[in-house]
Nanobody, 127 residues
């Protein structure tokens, strides 16, 4: 069965960086795009970034473009999200998601377009 397991969250000070990971299993990882979302308390889930199966194409939300970087290592079945210049408003639970169908990454901005989700990893940014 498909499993997505996030890791790497934690408590960081504003201005610092963090890299979170998502290990996938149960399907041919390199064939399909992945995405990252986050949800802060009392707020709706927010799209952050998506990446194609090959890793050659990525798309970002305007709110994080230039600060966050999505990447993947298909040999390790893992997708990453590098979080730079963190701000207190970046505090949220971060989720990875897998879309087990072919799609243009720029269109994978809605949660409903993904088929599987991880359990989330908490990122807390202190001021």
């Amino acid at each position: 069965q498909v499993q997505l397991v996030e890791s790497g969250g934690g408590l960081v000070q504003a201005g610092n960086s963090l890299r979170i990971s998502c290990a996938a299993s149960g399907y041919t990882f390199s064939n399909y795009p992945m995405g990252w979302f986050r949800q802060a308390p009392g707020k709706e889930r927010e799209f952050l970034a998506s990446i194609s199966g090959s890793g050659g194409n990525a798309y970002y939300a305007d709110s994080v473009r230039g600060r966050f970087t999505i990447s993947r290592d298909n040999a390790k079945n893992t997708v990453y999200l590098q979080l730079n210049s963190l701000k207190p408003e970046d505090t949220a639970v971060y989720y990875c998601a897998a879309a087990l169908h072919r799609a243009v990454v720029a269109l994978l901005v809605y949660g409903s377009m993904y088929d599987y989700w991880g359990q989330g990893t908490q990122v807390t940014v202190s001021s």
